[in-house]
C-alpha cells in the first residue's frame, strides 16, 4: 500500500526558506514542532505532486485528516502527530487548517484579488505561526501580527516561485487585477524573463507584502519566550531580505532566494540584535518609524 509519506517531494525542513525546530528552539519543543512539520510537508508535496490525479490527492488529504482525528494507523506523519499532541494536551486545530489551504491547492488554480489571497494565507500560513505560538504557550494576542508575517512569507514564496507553480501546476496566487493592472498576462509566466508588464506586477506586489510585512514588526515585543524570540528575529530577518530581492529583482530570470551564507550571516545579525533589544528592553522599530 501506497502511503502518503512515499510520495514526498524529498524537500525537508532544512531546505525552508525560514527555520524549522533549529538550534535556537528550546529542545522540549523540537520533537513535536518535527512531526507537525512533517505531517505538513507531507500534505503539501500531495497537493502539489505533478502526476497524482486530484481526486487521489483529495482522498489522501481525507485520510491524513481522519487518522490525525484519531481513525486509522496506517499514515505515520498523522499518527505521530496526533500522539505528540497528546502529550501535550494539544488539539490538531491548526493542523487541520492547513488541510484546508491543500485542498484548495488542488481545486483552485486562480485568485481574483489580494484578499482572495490573504484568504488562502488565512489557512496556508497562519496556522503554522499560530501553533508555533501555542507550542510556547503564548498569548492569543499575539496572533494578529504573527499572521501578518506568516502570510508575508508565504506571498514571499508565491513571488519567488511564480514561474515554477504555472509552469509544473497550472496554479497561480498572482492576484488576476494585479496582472490586469499592469498589464500582464497569466500566460507571461512561462517565459524565461519577465516580461515589463509581468514584472511591474510583481514588484508592485513586493511592496505590498513589504508593508504586510511591517503589520507584524511588534511580535517580538509580545513574545515572552526568550529563545523563540530570537527565532522570530531570524524568520523576520530573512523575509526582509527577501521581499527586497522581489522588489529589484526578476523571479523568472533571476535569484530571489537566499544562499546558506547569506542565511548565515542574517542569522548572527538578528540574532545578536534581538538579544540586544532585550537586554535593552526596547520595542521592534519598524522601518517606516525608523526613517521618519
Not at 97 to 112: G, I, N, P, Q
Request: glycine share 8%; net charge neutral.
Amino acid at each position: 500500500m501506497t502511503t502518503a509519506s512515499d510520495l514526498r517531494s524529498g524537500k525537508t525542513h532544512r531546505d525552508e526558506n525560514f527555520p524549522v525546530a533549529s538550534w535556537i528552539i528550546r529542545p522540549e519543543h523540537r520533537g513535536l514542532i518535527l512531526a507537525f512539520y512533517n505531517f505538513v510537508r507531507t500534505a503539501d508535496d500531495i497537493a502539489d505532486h505533478p502526476s497524482l490525479p486530484g481526486d487521489e490527492k483529495l482522498r489522501l488529504l481525507d485520510l491524513l485528516e481522519a487518522e490525525l482525528t484519531g481513525a486509522g494507523e496506517t499514515q505515520d506523519v498523522a499518527v505521530n502527530l496526533r500522539r505528540a499532541l497528546a502529550t501535550r494536551g494539544m488539539s490538531p486545530r491548526h493542523a487541520l487548517d492547513l488541510l484546508v489551504a491543500f485542498r484548495m491547492d488542488v481545486t483552485k488554480l486562480r485568485y481574483e484579488n489580494w484578499d482572495e489571497v490573504i484568504h488562502y494565507c488565512r489557512y496556508s500560513a497562519m496556522p503554522v505561526g499560530r501553533f508555533m505560538l501555542d507550542v510556547h504557550g503564548e498569548s492569543t494576542a499575539t496572533w494578529p501580527a504573527s499572521d501578518a508575517i506568516c502570510a508575508g512569507l508565504q506571498i514571499n514564496n508565491h513571488l519567488q516561485d511564480c514561474g515554477k507553480d504555472y509552469k509544473a501546476l497550472n496554479r497561480v496566487y498572482l492576484p488576476r487585477d494585479a496582472l490586469a493592472e499592469a498589464g500582464a498576462t497569466v500566460e507571461m509566466l512561462g517565459e524565461a524573463k519577465s516580461p515589463p508588464p509581468l514584472l511591474t506586477c510583481l514588484q508592485r506586489l513586493a511592496v505590498r507584502n513589504a508593508a504586510l510585512l511591517e503589520e507584524g514588526r511588534d511580535l517580538n515585543s509580545g513574545v515572552k519566550d526568550f529563545r523563540f524570540g530570537l527565532e522570530i528575529a531570524v524568520i523576520q530577518a530573512f523575509a526582509d531580505r527577501i521581499v527586497a530581492l522581489l522588489q529589484v529583482r526578476d523571479p523568472l530570470s533571476q535569484r530571489v532566494h537566499l544562499s546558506p551564507a547569506g542565511m548565515l550571516g542574517l542569522t548572527f545579525t538578528s540574532v545578536m540584535g534581538e538579544i540586544g533589544r532585550r537586554v535593552a528592553g526596547r520595542h521592534p522599530v519598524s522601518k517606516s518609524a525608523a526613517g521618519a
